[in-house]
């Protein structure tokens, strides 16, 4: 039973991590504009498409008809050549191996451009709409980008190969002086919390540490006085609107490996993490990042066969339930400042 | 005697009484052909025949979709006497000419499914109403074909089924403006049962993972019945959303629960992660009661088998059809779907591909559109050269009864389309029953006065 138990608490760190790090995103912007951002399980998908374009770019192949070879229907067999690596060699093989994490490098300076043109092209316009104006602008925005990749890259999942070292499981049990195969998890799961947790204390780090942090934290809190401090916020929150768009992008490119990408991936990921945010207090981002993982450790054990054999179907109404009772007993969520979204 | 006063003869009634018995009763059985112009739903009046396409090309089995919609272009084009014409030269017996259907070209219009009941519903009701398609054909899945069979049914429109997998669509739900010539979950089972027994014992412990929707269901009760039989215990069937992508949360309680067996009831892009995912969880490479723990996809594509790559060498299931058997039908269909598209068919390209043929040729043997008698062509029609052998369309249950593949993960494949090995030919004698088991009452055949 207790192996039971930590492999449902291992898969709820896991869901947790790719919920917490989008509530993140959506909790930095809102924190810092104000805004209410329902394009940003879209900009989550449109990192998972970086990650997609970059293997494209990577695995492009030279084809030629081998006419001394025939297809089942007759046809000379195409002969593929990929030409990275006939390029690059061994490094060509890595690169293909490895090209998840490598196309972080291209998630990144793509959507800080993409999320700065978001909010200077169309969101900088609705700070001071009504948030059910935000909510719309926004929503059309996540519509137009899935179009987009839709039209580009089609409607079908696109599977995204992890590194060979990562396939396969991790023999934890082993590790905690337990016998062989007791408990086994997916070493790309792993990383992937791994990896979260990285980012969410990168940012937590950043925000706190850093001279650009503490003004945007101060601009949080009193946006007019730092103005009246003779300080740019604006162009500020502008940079923390782009590095919410990279956290999302990046936490996008991670997880492809994990789910093949498509065009609504950002929409299935984006009520649950509104719920997570809801949950954990809007505009507080410790709350963000523990509402996340709460939510995924819970939504894990309600799928343990026990638990659904006495409330059939309860994992897919975990969260929702959840979020109810918290927000009955803590109408700010767990962590919710004062004021926040309060006439 | 008040008509004979007025200036009627004797004879002028007679001569006008057999008249209106000539015109109303006799002429229709002169005329068969056209006798019955007007008086259904979409009857073709111009020189084409449109044929209504509901295939998903986004949702779960959008890649099924994909195929199914080139393999009906394949169809239509060879009906209308283009390209190599396929199918149209192997079929056994064929009234097909090569010339459209009933001397009218074939056009079509598409709608796309998603995968979803309601959204074919309103696609289906779109082209019949607003595109005047005569006949509506698709797949991939079991609830959209029950649907839209019964939304046929009740606009007295010819549903031939694509790909679904599911009892109920010739069983309690059957109908009888629908046709399937896929294979169902039951035969699935029969076939597939015999070859776990002797590849995995009869001292198994099976955990299912079952898409939450009608084939998803009759799949299990038909792998859980196989199993049972074979001595194997069910450790627990949890049904899992249509679409979930991430399966994780089911697949951890698999690793502790006693099971090795795991039983994939998922089709489709589900399977593809399922399978993904159960393999990363290391599950091949487990030993659970000192057995190798094994997964099995009772029901298997081509397409899925790409998608899952590597994850599905060796692994058993089972197939309507497969492209490298060896008949002159299959090679026929695969010679020209490869020629036209640079890649071998699918089975759910397959089965559309021949449901469509089988459907025109059904108008060419009644010599009409008039849906009653194209139904009473195609029950119990018996038909070879398709690439399935003998062929029978069951007429208690409109139920094409034929030889079921069981088939197995490629482990050495030569090229990238060798995914899959045909493993066994289980005979269409091995898969019979008797068409009353799963109940359901096919209806009338007259046409509704919806249309």
Redesign the interface.
């Known amino acids: 039973m207790f ?2 138990i930590f ?2 608490f ?2 709820g760190l ?2 947790g991590s790719a919920y917490a790090l989008i509530a993140l995103g959506l909790t930095l912007v809102f924190g810092t504009l104000g805004v209410v951002n329902f394009a940003h399980g879209a900009l989550f998908m449109l990192g998972a498409f970086c990650a997609v374009l970059f293997r494209q770019l990577i695995t492009l192949e030279t084809v030629t008809l081998d006419p001394t070879q025939l ?5 000379p ?1 195409e002969v593929r050549e990929p030409l990275v690596q006939s390029w690059f060699g061994d490094f060509g093989a890595v690169l293909v191996n490895y090209s998840v994490p490598f196309s972080i490098l291209l998630t990144i300076p793509v959507m800080l451009v993409i999320g700065i043109l978001f909010e200077r092209g169309i969101i900088k316009h609705f700070y001071k709409r009504p948030h059910a104006e935000q909510i719309l602008v926004t929503f059309g925005l996540a519509i137009v980008a899935q179009e987009i990749i839709k039209s580009i890259f089609g ?3 696109i ?1 995204q ?1 992890m590194p060979e070292e990562a ?3 991790a023999d934890i049990g082993v590790w905690l002086g337990m016998q062989a ?1 007791v408990i ?3 070493i ?2 792993l990383v992937y919390f791994l990896f979260a947790g990285v980012i969410i204390g990168g940012v937590f780090a950043f925000l706190q540490f850093t001279t650009f942090g503490m003004v945007v934290r101060a601009g949080m809190a009193d946006r007019e006085t730092v103005g009246l401090l003779g300080i740019n916020i604006d162009r500020r929150f502008t940079i923390m609107f782009g590095l919410a768009a990279v956290v999302a992008g990046i936490a996008g490119v991670m997880y492809t490996p ?3 990408p498509n065009y609504h ?1 950002g929409m ?1 990921f984006l009520v649950l993490s509104f719920v997570v945010v809801v949950v954990g207090g809007m505009g507080s981002l410790p709350g963000a990042v523990a509402a996340g993982f709460l939510l995924g450790i819970l ?2 054990f309600a ?3 026990q638990v ?1 054999a006495i409330v059939p179907g309860i ?2 109404v975990i969260i929702y339930l959840v979020a109810v009772v918290i927000l009955l007993v803590r109408p700010r969520g767990l962590m919710g400042r004062r004021g926040v979204m309060e006439a | 005697m008040t008509l004979l006063k007025r200036g009627l003869s004797r004879r002028r009634v007679l001569q006008t009484g057999m008249a209106g018995i000539i015109g109303t009763g006799v002429a229709p059985l002169m005329f068969t052909k056209g006798a019955w112009a007007q008086e259904f739903c979409n009857n073709p009046t111009g020189d084409t025949v449109t044929i209504g396409l509901n295939v998903p090309l986004t949702g779960a089995y959008a890649e099924e979709g994909a195929d199914e919609l080139r393999a009906y272009e394949l169809a239509v084009k060879h009906l209308n006497g283009e390209g190599d014409g396929g199918l149209l030269n192997v079929l056994q017996p064929s009234a097909l000419k090569g010339n459209g259907v009933l001397g009218k070209k074939v056009a079509f219009v598409t709608s796309d499914s998603q995968t979803k009941a309601d959204v074919a519903r309103a696609g289906a009701t779109r082209m019949i109403e607003r595109d005047g398609a005569l006949m509506i054909t698709g797949g991939s899945s079991s609830g959209v074909a029950v649907a839209v069979q019964g939304l046929c049914q009740e606009m007295g429109v010819i549903f031939m089924a694509g790909l679904t997998h599911s009892n109920d669509t010739t069983g309690k739900d059957k109908k009888r403006y629908g046709f399937r010539h896929f294979f169902n979950a039951y035969q699935s089972g029969v076939a597939l049962g015999p070859v776990l027994g002797q590849e995995y014992g009869k001292d198994r412990k099976a955990y299912h993972l079952t898409a939450d929707y009608t084939w998803g269901w009759t799949q299990e009760e038909s792998m859980k019945n196989a199993t049972e039989a074979l001595g194997w215990e069910t450790v627990a069937a949890v049904r899992t959303p249509l679409g979930a992508g991430d399966f994780s949360q089911f697949l951890t309680p698999v690793l502790n629960s006693g099971a090795d067996v795991l039983i994939l009831n998922h089709y489709g892009n589900d399977m593809v992660n399922s399978l993904t995912q159960a393999v990363q969880f290391g599950m091949r490479d487990r030993e659970v009661n000192g057995k190798q723990f094994q997964i099995v996809v009772p029901l298997f594509s081509e397409l899925m088998a790409k998608g899952a790559g590597a994850n599905i060498k060796g692994i058993f299931g089972t197939s309507n059809w497969h492209w490298n058997l060896q008949d002159a039908g299959t090679k026929a269909f695969t010679k020209s779907f490869g020629a036209e598209y640079g890649a071998p068919p699918s089975q759910a390209a397959h089965t559309c591909y021949v449901q469509t043929l089988l459907y025109a040729d059904a108008c060419e043997r009644a010599g009409t559109f008039y849906p009653p008698e194209v139904i009473k062509a195609l029950e119990g029609h018996d038909f070879d050269g398709m690439g399935n052998g003998p062929t029978t369309y069951r007429a208690e249950d409109h139920q094409c009864m034929k030889n079921v593949l069981v088939v197995r993960g490629t482990e050495n494949p030569t090229s990238e389309y060798d995914v899959l090995e045909v493993v066994q030919e289980v005979s269409r004698d091995a898969v019979d029953y008797d068409p009353s088991i799963f109940g359901g009452d096919l209806g009338p055949a007259e046409p509704a006065p919806m249309c």
């Not at chain 1, 297809?71 to 046809?75: F, R, V």
Request: hydrophobic share 30%; aromatic share 8%; no cysteine.
């Open positions: 192996e039971a492999l449902q291992l898969n896991d869901k297809s089942p229907w007759g046809a067999l409607a079908n999942p599977p190969p396939r396969g499981a195969n086994t998890y997916p790309w799961r994990l789910l093949p991936m299935d939504q894990s799928s343990m066969t659904k994992d897919q």
